[in-house]
Every structure is written in C-alpha cells, then in structure tokens.
C-alpha cells in the first residue's frame, strides 16, 4: 500500500493486517501481532502489555489489542469507545520517516482528563483564532484540522492548537475523515467537532455522526436547520409567523403562487449561504429570465420563492447551554437587506443594537426550543415588519426569515465584544469546557459596522473619518474577498452610547460626492429613522393590570 502522502505521513492504520506502507522510503509492517519496520530482520513480539525491546535493527512494541478491538470505522470508533476499550501502543512515522511512539492506554475512559475538540477551519474567518485560544485556555486538546499550510496559519492560530492537521482540500470528505481518525486514533474518543461556520455545517455533522460524536447535530438533523421550506414548521410550532412559499418548479407552477401573493416575491435556493444566488423577481419577464438561468445554470439546485416582506433584519445572537438555555443574549439590526447589498453592489451597514428587544429575545428563546439546539453558538434571522402587511401582520411585527446555527459572519463576534464590554469567544469556550461561564458583561453601547465599496467617491477621505471619530472606533480592516461581496471593501466598527451619534456616523462615512449624493443620505435617513422597540414592554398609565404592548421610539 503507497502512502499518500509521503513527504508528511502519519501512518496510523494498525488494523489493516498484513499491509505495508511506504513512507519516506522506509517500509512499516502492520498486522495483528506487531508493528515493525521490514528491515531484513526477523519480527519479534514481546508479551503482551510488556515493555519495548529492540532485537538488532528492528524495533519491537508490545502486542496490540486483537484485530477485533481496533476500530475500523466511525461506527466502529464509537463502539469502541462506548465499550471502553483503548489501544495499548501505536507507531507512526514522523516528518522525516523516523519511528515515533504514541501512548495510549487501554481502560475505562477518565472522564477527568482532558477533553478533544477538533476545530475544523480554524484559519477562516481569521478572527476564530480566538475560539481555539480561550478553548485552549480552558484546558482543552485543541486540534485543527484544514487546507492551509501550517506555515501560513497567524502565529495566535499556531498557539491556540495543540496539533494541526493539514489536508489537501476540505472539500475532499475522504481526507478530512482520515484527519479525524488519525486525531480519534492517537488522542481517543474525540468530545467535540465544530467549525462554526455555515459553510461546513453538513460536513460537520456528517462527520460528528460517522465517529458518534453526540455533543452536536448529526445528519439527520440537517434538513430542519439547513432547509428554509423545513425551517418554517418549526417556526411556526415555536408561534412565530412565517412568509408563505412555493417550491419553484415550472412557470405555470410558480405563477399560480404569484397570483396569490403578487410581485414581488424572492427566490433563493432552498439549502444556501447567506444571500448567494438570491433573487428579487418583480415581474413576468423576470421570472421566465430566472427560469431559464436556473435551467441551464443550476438544473438540480432546489429554490424556493417567497412572497416579498417589507421589513428590516433584526437578529437573536446567543450563546446556548448543553440544556437548551441561554447563557448570553444580543441582537443585531439589518436596515439594508443583504441581498440588495450583493445585487447593488451597495455599502453595508448593520449594527449591533444597545439592548436586546423583549420580542426578539422572546421569539428568539422559543424558537431554540422548537428547533432543539444545544450547545450552540446561533444567529436567528427574523424580520420586523416596516409596514403592514395583511398575509403576515401590522408594522413592527416579528416575522421569521431563517435560522443559522453558527455566530453571525465577519467580525460579528467582536462587535458584540465592543457592544457588550465582554469577550463571547470565552463565553462559547466556557460554555463548551465546563457548561456555563462567569464572565461578565460589561456597559452596553451601539456598535455600528459600515462596509465602504470601493469605486464610489465618498465625501470623507479615510483619514478624515479616522481623525474625527478615532475615540470611538475599534475595528478598521480590508475586508476578505470571500465577504467583500455582503460587507464591503473597507470596514469601520465603532461604538456609541447613543443611537444619535451612531446616525451621525453612518451619514459621515457614506456620504459621496456624486450627485444622487442627497438622495443616498434621505435614504439613509429614513431606514435609520425606523429607531427600535422599546427593550421592556410599555405599559398604559391607566390600567396597571392591562396587557403589556410594544412602543416604538420617536425620532
């Protein structure tokens, strides 16, 4: 058998008897009994349990288990974890093809020792560095797994993990799973897998479910947090309204739909990221147009259309417990849609808002329930209504858009830091090593995020905004290629104490100098203006006993 990769092998196959592997020009023999180099030596075994010995040229390790007990599989790793079972000693070979021994012991499983989480893309975004490092911090054996070579990974990334595991490409399936069997083999059962990132949801739990890693979701729970048609059943269980659908299928199909929601409606594909491929269909011709493309473009991608709902994004952002519960809460607000933003080729803005609003916690909470997360760092889209709209409620009604069980994208995590005077990566960290946390949160403030696109000609020069603002801000950054398209080419994050100077804000860094220059601030003007509910419920001076209702600030 030709090891695969030669120049950086790891050979950690024992269970395959009788094979050979070819690692840097030096043979290893793996079979029931022993594992030794064929080095024109007779093969020795020791007594089982007993200690090394060497017989000339030929390095002798203790018996392995029987065949039997070595996992062959993932199904195979958890029922040999689950049995108790643990490997005696193994050999592999290093960088350069020398023999290197791996202790492991075999007996029940000490719950006290410390816990395996592998980190899948650790490097991208590159702030999630950070969720290694506090991981780390906590005691855990970090061990990333990923397609960049080690030695381009950031020097906090390099200190945050304990083993990093290099593969050619994280799309191969193949090689990421021989990552985790490597990891599984030489540390033992592995406690956590996680990427936190949309992206890799699928393969997460399609891996967490071939080694029976039961702290997060498995294969079968994909449709339900993947799926946007699945996603509204248990919204809907949860009493929150929904937007209503149509599984795109042929013109006539999709017509019928729009006769009973009207133009315009929005079509995306039904298991996508972000706002990718999402599009906004305001009349016939752009239907057939949509048809067509989706027909010679994307023939197997399933899309669903959904009536059109005017309102901005409000966000639920928690940190959830291994019982369901949250142990911290914040929100972001969306005025621009994203999908208009990647379309457009428009400025971004969001930001994350002072305080939490009790019908966005509130639908937030019942929604964990109804989808049954735990152990999850989540993002829970919803829309609030910015006008009436008969099919789903009045103005200021939360709306559900869609579910995300991963922290918001981009520098997100860190907003929330600066808006919250507390550090949520330590948070996810403590809630993973010892299931809640005592880290504070500190004062709370507005932290805006604007995303300059590059090619418009903006009234302020950097430099002007960096000198007026520099007490307020706390992140100034080129954003990635791979999010430029959602967030912009030059990021700003700030923060404010009051909604006033976080507009003031907003009108400084986008203003251009173009001529539809006023018409872009009136614009801006009135989706800031829309302000947000109030964080308590008001309730009427006259009738202490009433029902609480929702106000919303004037401007």
Sequence with gaps: MACRNAGRCSVFSLALQGTESNCAGKFWRFDGEAACPLSHASRVSSPKGGALGKTGNVTVLPRPLPLTDFPRSGEDVAQATERGTRWTRALRADGEGEAAFIEVYRGKRNHKTMQN??????????????????????????????????????????????????????????????????????????????????????????????????????TSDMPRIKYKSKMKEYYQKAGIATARYHMVDDYEGCRKFIDEVGYPVV????????ASDTHKLSSDEDLKKFLVQKTAHHPDVEYIMEEFVRAEVNSYDAIIDANGNPIFEAGNVSPMSIMDIVNDN??????????????????????????????????????????????????????????????????????????????????????????????????????????????????????????????????????????????????????????????????????????????????????????????????????????KARTTKKK
Excluded at 135 to 148: E, H, P, S, Y
Excluded at 474 to 486: E, K, Q, W, Y
């Design 117 to 218: 989480f592998i980190f899948i893309s650790p490097n991208f975004p590159t702030n999630y560095w950070q969720f290694c490092h506090e991981l780390k911090n906590n005691g855990m054996n970090v061990l990333g797994i990923g397609d960049q070579p080690y030695d381009e990974l950031k020097p906090e990334l390099k200190d945050s993990l304990n083993e990093y595991y290099k593969v050619g490409s994280l799309e191969n399936y193949d090689e990421v799973y021989r990552a985790v069997a490597f990891f599984a083999f030489k540390y033992g059962r592995i406690d956590w897998l996680e990427s936190n990132n949309e992206y890799w949801l699928e393969r997460d739990a399609a891996l967490r479910t071939d080694f029976h890693i039961t702290s997060g979701f498995q």
């Design 267 to 274: 079509v995306k594909p039904d298991n996508g990221v972000g």
């Design 346 to 547: 428009d400025n971004s803005i969001y930001y994350i808002i002072k305080d939490l609003p009790e019908d966005t916690r509130a639908a937030g909470r019942a929604a964990v329930k109804s989808f049954g997360v735990k152990s999850r760092f989540i993002h829970f889209e919803f829309f609030r209504m910015t006008e009436n709209q008969a099919s789903m409620g009045k103005k200021g009604q939360i709306v559900a858009l869609e579910v995300n069980m991963r922290p918001c994208g981009g520098f997100t995590p860190d907003m929330i830091n600066f808006a919250r005077s507390t550090n949520v990566y330590k948070i996810w960290a403590d809630m993973i090593a010892f299931g809640g946390t005592d880290m504070p949160v500190g004062e709370h403030f507005y932290c805006p995020f604007a995303g300059r696109r590059d090619g418009k000609h903006f009234v302020y020069s950097h430099e002007q905004i960096m000198q007026k603002y520099q007490q307020n801000m706390r992140m100034v950054d080129r954003m990635p290629d791979a999010l430029s398209g959602a967030m912009g080419n030059q990021m700003y994050v700030a923060t404010f104490s009051t909604r006033e100077g976080m507009e003031q804000f907003y009108s400084d860094v986008l203003a251009v100098t173009d001529d539809n220059n006023a018409a872009v601030q009136k614009e801006l003007s009135s989706i800031l203006a829309l302000g947000e509910p109030e964080t308590t419920p008001a309730q009427k001076p006259a009738a202490p006993a009433a029902k």
